[in-house]
């Protein structure tokens, strides 16, 4: 994946130390981080027991780059200027603190355990946000592994901080799911810019003729190989990509990245003459995620998944039950599963192209083609969706939502996609996801979550859990065991 859209992080590490504790003990230990931790981390060469020290070590990794911190307690730690770091530093910050463990315990010993808990305690009275890990004590090795992690968590939030949403159009006639208030945007930072279909239509037509669509056509050429598209078809929609791409950096305003919520339907296809699938797919894996009818949530949530994999997503509909035969043909015996942990996740064309089968195609969109176009004929604009079963991978499938009441909140599963033949039609995969039977009506229809669903090809959840919490994301649902009910389950079925 191009990652252009998303940031690179520059992690820095400060140590600090309480007045009464050698600082030689914070100072080596934080040596030892960086030894462990490798290429890419900058050491400030400060260790802070002071406010005055606190302000020249922030200028020291600003002036270096840094845009993400550790904050390590190389002993107790000083609580005042250790969580004012958070407070004059802009970008995110992990706090972790020192196991013991140098051999001498009486003018070695760092008690960075209690430390932290302190520092803790300070975060919270000054209404600071840090990102402390499951368990944040730990040796050098420990804590650089810790660290390592911290950067997709980084990413994420940093990207969040600078990215704008921007839409064209509104949400479909019976799709009013797929959007909700932006009232959770702002509280995480994200700009949203809203825009008709008409604007978008005009800019389209201004990109006729334009010297680049030939490049983009022998790339769409390359990318899918011959007999997997409709030649015809291709100067259209590399118009159409670049006019995405454009109107990207030209309405970037204030922020760095860019994700787009689009109605791809009714009045698309017929007026632009193709279906936007491919186009969108060919966005997504260059990082610039681009989501369907208008899903504002799921865009964000595409973002989110880029960030925290650094790899490219998709997004689909929770869409059919698998039938008993293919249970009972390809996944029964073969995987452990029950009926009720599979589900296919369908859209019409929008996965990335190299997330799919080799048997894959640019084809038409079967469903717009009965309602848009006449009974019988050969498909025309409803062509332009990129089909095929989607590659058998490990999966997290996860959404931030904004529900009708203003709040953020989420879910989280792992699971993945199996190698079985979908014996259906668009960009299709069978998943499996333990306990999805359960989590289907007792998280995504008990509480009310979109037909949406964002995919990320990989198992993630740990990270995504952990990105939820630092946004301050309260409601954090993930397929439960059988073993742990869920509030509304019937204990008695």
């Given amino acids: 994946m191009n990652a252009t859209n998303i940031p690179q992080v520059r992690l820095g590490i400060i140590a600090v130390s309480r007045d009464c504790f ?20 900058y050491e400030c060469p400060i260790t802070v027991e002071n406010e005055l020290d606190m302000l020249k070590a922030v200028a020291d990794v600003q002036a270096a780059g840094c845009n993400a911190l550790v904050v390590f307690l190389g002993n107790f730690g000083p609580e005042t200027p250790e969580t004012e770091i958070a407070q004059h530093f802009d970008g995110p910050c992990m706090f972790v603190a020192a196991a013991e463990g140098d051999g001498d315990m009486i003018n070695g010993r760092g008690d960075a355990y209690c430390g932290m808990l302190n520092c803790s305690y300070n975060l919270g009275m000054r209404h600071l946000k840090g990102y402390i890990p499951e368990y944040p004590v730990g040796t050098a090795a420990e804590l650089a592994e810790k660290m390592h992690e911290f950067v997709p968590i980084a990413r994420t939030i940093i990207g969040l901080k600078n990215l704008k949403i921007i839409t064209f159009g509104p ?91 689009d109605k791809c339907w009714p009045a698309f296809p017929s007026q632009f003459g193709f279906e936007p699938c491919y186009v969108n797919s060919r966005l997504a894996s260059r990082g610039i995620p681009v989501s369907c009818e208008v899903d504002i949530y799921g865009a964000l949530s595409e973002y989110i998944g880029m960030c925290v994999s650094g790899d490219t997503v998709t997004l ?26 599979t589900f296919m996740g369908f859209h019409c064309g929008n996965t990335p192209e190299c997330k799919l089968c080799s ?34 991978s490990p999966v997290t499938f996860y959404r931030l939502q904004c529900d009708s009441e203003g709040v953020l909140r989420s879910y989280i599963a792992q699971g993945e996609i199996l190698d079985v033949p979908t014996r259906s039609f668009g960009g299709i995969g069978i998943f499996a996801i333990p306990e999805m039977g359960r989590f289907y009506r007792h998280v995504l229809v008990q509480k009310r979550f979109p037909h949406h669903g964002a995919v990320a090809f990989d198992h993630v959840g740990r990270l995504l859990f952990e990105v939820f919490k630092l946004l301050g994301v309260e409601d954090i649902s993930y397929n439960q065991p059988g073993s742990l009910p869920y509030p509304t389950e019937n204990p008695f079925a």
């Fill in 171 to 261: 949400r479909p006639q019976d799709f009013f799911a797929c959007n909700a208030p932006i009232k959770g945007l702002y509280e995480l930072g994200v700009e949203i810019e809203e825009n008709s279909e008409l604007d978008l239509l005009v800019s389209y037509k201004e990109h006729a003729g334009d010297e680049r669509i030939p490049a983009v056509c022998a790339d769409m050429s390359a990318e899918m190989g011959e007999g997997s598209y409709y030649p015809e078809l291709n100067e259209r929609m590399a118009q159409f990509e670049l006019t995405l791409l454009d109107w990207a950096e030209a309405h970037k305003g204030s922020k760095k990245y860019v994700a787009f919520a």
């Fill in 316 to 341: 689909l509909d929770i869409n059919n039950s698998v039938p008993q035969y293919i249970y009972d043909e390809d996944i029964k015996g073969k995987y452990d599963y029950k009926l009720t942990d």
């Fill in 359 to 392: 048997s894959r195609a640019v084809k038409y969109q079967l469903i717009q083609h009965r309602l848009l176009e006449p009974q019988g004929s050969e498909p025309d604009f409803t062509r332009g969706t990129l089909e095929g079963d989607i590659a058998a």
């Fill in 22 to 41: 050698p600082i030689a003990l914070s100072t080596r230990r934080r040596k030892n981080i960086v030894a462990a931790y490798g290429e890419g981390l």
